[in-house]
């Protein structure tokens, strides 16, 4: 995509640290797990587009502006509408498959959003499939396109299964959640407050994605 920067020299600068690129990607998935996206679509010419996404305020940019850097692809955009939004996309198929897919293949993501990753990446291995018919390709789209509508309510993130709501205990959550996508996630879904001088507070709020 000609609006796309290409590999920088910054993230290779990091590849071989491998502690540092690994709490980058923690943070990221936390950062994604809370505003993060995985689209794909058949556009009226009857050809598929993927995208990642994460949105952020327009006071964030600098967020946005630093995933871009550490991962050496991708834009950042504006809206004008008075939500003051803005958004750190993927559209290359190429750099989706090279760059993202290897990341949250090794760092699942915590919430249900996982289950749309896995038919976003199944997506995106069906149409880059050489060996796979024109028929065959569009019958399996559109078949995890239809999947894509709607979150299973008994859907849980594969990373909790050794969790249940019975047996969870410090242990077992250290195992999933790490201080960097604790922070990440923070940062899309937490808030830090004071209530009064000697009360402070911080939370996290967490909503259902049944529903695109």
């Known amino acids: 995509m000609p609006s796309e920067t290409t590999c920088s020299a910054y993230y290779s600068m990091f590849t071989k640290n491998t502690s540092f690129i690994n709490s980058f990607h923690a943070w990221l998935v936390g ?33 946005l502006y630093f ?18 939004c803005a958004e750190y996309r993927i559209r290359n198929i190429n750099h989706i498959h090279d760059i993202i897919l290897p990341i949250f293949d090794k760092e699942p993501l915590r919430t249900s959003k996982q289950y749309l990753y896995e038919l976003f990446r199944k997506s995106l291995k069906v149409y880059l499939d050489t060996n796979l018919s024109t028929y065959e390709k569009e019958k ?73």
Request: hydrophobic share 35%; net charge positive; with cysteine.
């Open 31 to 63: 950062v994604v797990d809370g505003d993060g996206s995985f689209y794909f679509s058949k556009t009226k010419k009857n050809t598929w587009t993927f995208c990642f996404k994460i949105g952020q305020s327009k006071y964030n940019l600098r967020l």
């Open 67 to 84: 995933v871009k850097k550490m991962l050496g692809v991708g834009s950042v955009s504006v809206t004008d509408s008075k939500d003051f």
């Open 140 to 212: 399996l789209l559109d078949y995890y396109k239809s999947q894509s509508q709607s979150i299973p309510e008994d859907y849980i993130s594969p990373v909790w299964e050794d969790c249940t709501e019975v047996n969870v205990d410090l242990y077992r959550s250290m195992k999933v959640i790490s201080k960097e996508w604790l922070v990440g996630f923070t940062e899309a879904e937490g808030s830090f407050y004071l209530v009064k001088r000697d009360l402070h507070g911080w939370y996290i709020l967490l909503r259902l994605h049944r529903k695109r």
